[in-house]
């Protein structure tokens, strides 16, 4: 298999996973379209370091955070090898249910750290082994965070809710 | 699986998996057009990579609809030498006077069909072959802003049919890890009205319909509104590079008035870069004339718009000039406005 015919595996392979990971985490279609075009981009120039195997994806998801972290608006070619892709995903960007704004507040309000573990248990489905192969950290960690974000959520959405049971009460 | 992660859950603002469309088709060509690997870690890897595709470096703007040319189909036929006697300008100059002569219609629709060979091969017990799948993609755009999208999955087609035949004729392959299959019968329709106003793009440019169509119809003022749009991207150096592609948007791409159109032509026809190469046919077998501009100066790879000088449509669009893959192609089956209202794709 050449380099070639691996890029173009991994990448039809993994672009919804990619795709949907840097969706839930930008808040326009430019800035999601960008983040896939600089994680295949990078992909494509290290494709002979991609783990074979379901660790791809891990892999994949390793790469699409630093991306995510180090995003410059604009700076970039990236911008316009995506062209088509950015008109499409403004076309198509779904919307938030209305009904768990709350748990919208609560999470967006949590330190990035408990939304990072939090997001990838919740929304990739990763188990915390597989988290701390993403984030770079022990399993043990991996599993410490995300017992933490859990609390830490639930803690938030209490207050929340006696917040609104004394305004009512008021 | 606990109650909060139930909630987190519920507020994933993404629940559906997004299937990937002609956007991310193009976003991958135009990856795999740009030099695999970075100047530093090249130099480490040179013996295992040495010959690789790197052939061209960092297309930028043009790098879409970069393709490769499958090894069991025909190479994508060259442009033999010109039959008519006009010259390339004025066949670019014939072809502008059509578009201007454009019928105008309600909505602005671009139906396009995208072929290649998928990676493989496929087949097992050493029998081996690759597929050819293709797809249909439509966009409307109406004079009020709205837009409808069309997309359809057509039949997956094995490129060598003695071997697919000896793998026992199977009607699906998986296509990886991940599940879903390539299949021989064609996939559903999928058919919507934007729920919001579609923001278009000319090169990095967001524009809107009205802005398009204000566009100038002179060949220099419209340049210069390129070089701005193209501009927008800081890393296209120098942006006199992006130019051929972003006035060949123009032509088929954008919902751009006839004059505009027009002017884009005449534009091209003002371009040295821009080769007229003579007449040739396209995959469908329609009849046109080969216009071609580099992928990015002093590299071999061209992009390669057919186009039918008698009404001035875009007819396909590939490149020419990379070593051999895919052998990706962009069809463009209807390009220009119409009165005649969206509907699904049907299968070919």
């Keep these: ?170 | 699986m606990s109650d909060i992660d139930n909630l987190v859950r519920a507020i994933d603002p993404t629940p559906h998996a997004p299937d990937p469309g002609p956007g991310a088709r193009e976003l991958r060509a135009a990856i795999m057009a740009t030099e695999a690997r970075p100047r530093r870690t090249a130099r480490r890897r040179l013996p295992r990579r040495a010959g690789a595709v790197g052939l061209v470096a960092a297309a930028g703007v043009a790098a879409v609809f970069l393709g490769q040319v499958a090894p069991t189909a025909t190479p994508p036929p060259a442009a033999t030498p010109g039959v008519t006697s006009l010259s390339g300008t004025s066949i670019l100059l014939a072809a502008a006077a059509k578009a201007e002569a454009a019928p105008e219609g309600a909505y602005w629709h671009l139906k396009e069909l995208y072929a290649g060979r998928r990676p493989g091969p496929y087949g097992k017990n050493g029998v081996t072959y690759y597929l050819e799948t293709s797809s249909l993609s439509e966009t409307w755009v109406a004079k009020d802003g709205r837009t409808w999208r069309g997309h359809r999955q057509l039949a997956a087609r094995p490129l060598d049919l003695e071997a697919w035949r000896r793998d026992g004729s199977p009607s699906e392959w998986s296509i990886g890890p991940d599940g879903g299959v390539y299949s021989t019968s064609p996939g559903e329709s999928t058919f919507f009205q934007n729920k919001r106003k579609h923001r278009l793009y000319w090169s990095a440019m967001p524009m809107t319909l009205k802005e398009i169509a204000a566009l100038p119809a002179g060949p220099e003022a419209l340049k210069k509104r390129a070089l701005e749009a193209i501009r927008r991207d800081n890393g296209v150096d120098p942006v006199e590079e992006g130019l051929p592609r972003a006035l060949a948007t123009l032509l088929y791409e954008l919902p751009a008035s006839p004059q505009v159109r027009g002017a884009a032509y005449q534009a091209l026809a003002t371009l040295p870069e821009v080769q007229v190469e003579g007449r040739t046919t396209d995959p469908q077998g329609r009849s046109g004339v080969a216009v071609t501009f580099p992928v990015q100066q002093g590299q071999p790879a061209r992009t390669r718009l057919i186009i039918d000088p008698d009404t001035s449509k875009v007819l396909a669009v590939d490149s020419i000039g990379l070593p051999d893959r895919d052998g990706s192609v962009n069809v463009v089956l209807e390009s220009g406005w119409t009165d005649t209202k969206p509907s699904p794709p049907s299968a070919e």
């Design chain 1, 1 to 170: 298999m050449t380099h070639q015919d691996r890029f173009e595996a991994v990448y039809d392979a993994y672009y919804p996973a990619i795709h949907q990971y840097a969706a839930r985490r930008t808040s326009s279609p430019d800035d999601t379209a960008d983040v896939i075009s600089e994680t295949f981009l990078t992909v494509w120039r290290r494709i002979g370091d991609v783990p074979r195997g379901e660790e791809a994806l891990l892999w994949l998801y390793g790469v699409a955070r630093r991306v995510l972290a180090n995003q410059q608006r604009g700076a970039s070619r990236r911008a316009v090898l995506a062209e088509r892709l950015r008109a499409e995903l403004a076309a198509d960007r779904p919307v938030r249910p209305v009904d768990l704004e709350h748990v919208r507040t609560a999470f967006d309000e949590l330190p990035e750290r408990d939304r990072e573990v939090l997001a990838l248990a919740c929304w990739e489905g990763l188990t915390s082994e597989r988290i701390a192969k993403v984030v770079g950290c022990t399993a043990f960690a991996a599993r410490t965070r995300l017992h933490r974000a859990r609390k830490r959520l639930a803690a938030a959405l209490e207050r929340q809710a006696s917040l609104t049971i004394a305004m009512e009460e008021a």
